[in-house]
């Protein structure tokens, strides 16, 4: 092993406009000897350019082709040297003592594999970064939503800790996600039949399934500026995100639960493509954005075979 206590790994797709003050908090909020390592999936907007030439310290390791999140996880992965992975999006930034305080808790749990810190926004507004697994009632909210209480509360599958004391849960948001390397080896890497998102629910299944902890460490602040991952090819990503659910049900629930799943999407696809529709006639004021998502929620739709 390195002389760094953590390998933090973050994979860019068109990132230009944020990784920079992503690894700008690494440098100012570390705490500790860490090795970062930039994977880029073939960006064209310059990110590995940028990461070249203003973080000459940071190894930078260009795909070729966008192989996908998971893909690139997995390839910063295997260059890493540190006894934990880090596992930070570009749209994410530490704040001080996060790194710390994961590190510092899967030290002390030695049945931990992986810990996810709170989330904020830029305005230090809180974000959902705790789950457990997606249920019926879950899949039922995404598309016909109740008042806040019930979406950002444990019926909608969200944990909060009561106080500063980490709690278990299923899986935490995985903008950033510490992993312990001895938990990484036995449970083995990301599948890579998740282009992009869900990687990080099957992860931490697989793990729990092997009698390894998964928790929510709350001293530990993230930023994270949500949607910036999907910004730049908002209908695919849209469309990602139904196949890789599909996928992670096929491994972890029977069938009447995906016949159910695949029943509730389907209605709440067809109800968000109506109201995409409605906005393009009432002409919008900002059809690009909405043209752009009735695109993905229509290729998402003709998967599911509707």
Same mark, same amino acid.
């Not at 070249?52 to 999140?69: A, D, H, I, K, L």
């Given at each position: 092993?390195?002389?760094?206590? $953590?390998?933090?790994?973050?994979? !860019?797709?068109?990132? +230009?406009?944020?990784?920079?003050?992503?690894? &700008?908090?690494?440098?100012?909020?570390?705490?500790?000897?860490?090795?970062?390592?930039?994977?880029?999936? %073939?960006?064209?907007?310059?990110?590995?350019?940028?990461?070249?030439?203003?973080?000459?310290? $940071?190894?930078?390791?260009?795909? #070729? +082709?966008?192989?996908?999140?998971?893909?690139?996880?997995?390839?910063?992965?295997?260059?890493?040297?540190?006894?934990?992975?880090?596992?930070?999006?570009?749209?994410?930034? /530490?704040?001080?003592?996060?790194?710390?305080?994961?590190?510092?808790?899967?030290?002390?749990?030695?049945?931990?594999? !992986?810990?996810?810190?709170?989330?904020?926004?830029?305005? #230090?507004?809180?974000?959902?970064?705790?789950?457990?697994?997606?249920?019926?009632?879950?899949?039922?909210?995404?598309?016909?939503?109740?008042?806040?209480?019930?979406?950002? #509360?444990?019926?909608?599958?969200?944990?909060?800790?009561?106080?500063?004391?980490? *709690?278990?849960?299923?899986?935490? /948001?995985?903008?950033?996600?510490?992993?312990?390397? &001895? %938990?990484?080896?036995? *449970?083995?890497?990301?599948?890579?039949?998740?282009?992009?998102?869900?990687?990080?629910?099957?992860?931490?299944?697989?793990?729990?399934?092997?009698?390894?902890?998964?928790?929510?460490?709350?001293?530990?602040?993230? /930023?994270?500026?949500?949607?910036?991952?999907?910004?730049?090819?908002?209908?695919?990503?849209?469309?990602?995100?139904?196949?890789?659910? +599909?996928?992670?049900?096929?491994?972890?629930?029977?069938?009447?639960?995906?016949?159910? $799943?695949?029943?509730?999407?389907?209605?709440?696809?067809?109800?968000?493509?109506?109201?995409?529709?409605?906005?393009?006639?009432?002409?919008?004021?900002?059809?690009?954005?909405?043209?752009?998502?009735?695109? #993905?929620?229509? +290729?998402?739709?003709?998967?599911?075979? &509707?």
């Amino acid at each position: 092993m390195g002389a760094a206590a $953590v390998s933090i790994i973050i994979v !860019g797709y068109e990132s +230009q406009d944020t990784i920079a003050a992503c690894l &700008a908090s690494i440098t100012a909020h570390a705490g500790m000897p860490v090795e970062t390592i930039v994977v880029d999936n %073939a960006s064209t907007d310059g990110t590995l350019a940028l990461v070249n030439e203003r973080f000459p310290e $940071v190894r930078s390791v260009p795909m #070729g +082709q966008n192989r996908g999140f998971s893909a690139g996880c997995n390839a910063g992965a295997r260059l890493a040297t540190a006894r934990y992975l880090l596992f930070l999006n570009p749209d994410a930034e /530490l704040c001080a003592g996060s790194l710390a305080a994961l590190h510092a808790h899967l030290e002390a749990s030695p049945r931990v594999a !992986g810990a996810g810190p709170r989330f904020i926004d830029a305005d #230090g507004s809180p974000q959902d970064g705790a789950f457990t697994y997606p249920t019926l009632l879950m899949t039922w909210l995404e598309f016909f939503p109740h008042p806040g209480r019930v979406l950002h #509360g444990p019926l909608n599958g969200r944990i909060t800790a009561r106080d500063d004391t980490p *709690v278990a849960i299923d899986h935490p /948001l995985g903008a950033c996600l510490l992993v312990r390397r &001895a %938990a990484w080896e036995e *449970v083995g890497p990301f599948d890579e039949g998740f282009f992009l998102y869900c990687e990080e629910v099957d992860w931490c299944m697989r793990a729990k399934r092997l009698g390894w902890e998964i928790n929510h460490v709350p001293t530990a602040a993230v /930023l994270h500026h949500g949607g910036q991952s999907a910004a730049s090819a908002p209908a695919a990503s849209l469309a990602y995100l139904y196949r890789s659910r +599909q996928r992670l049900h096929a491994k972890y629930r029977g069938r009447c639960f995906r016949l159910a $799943v695949r029943c509730i999407t389907r209605l709440g696809l067809m109800h968000e493509r109506r109201r995409l529709r409605g906005l393009a006639a009432a002409a919008d004021p900002a059809p690009g954005r909405a043209a752009e998502r009735l695109a #993905g929620v229509e +290729q998402a739709l003709r998967e599911l075979g &509707a």
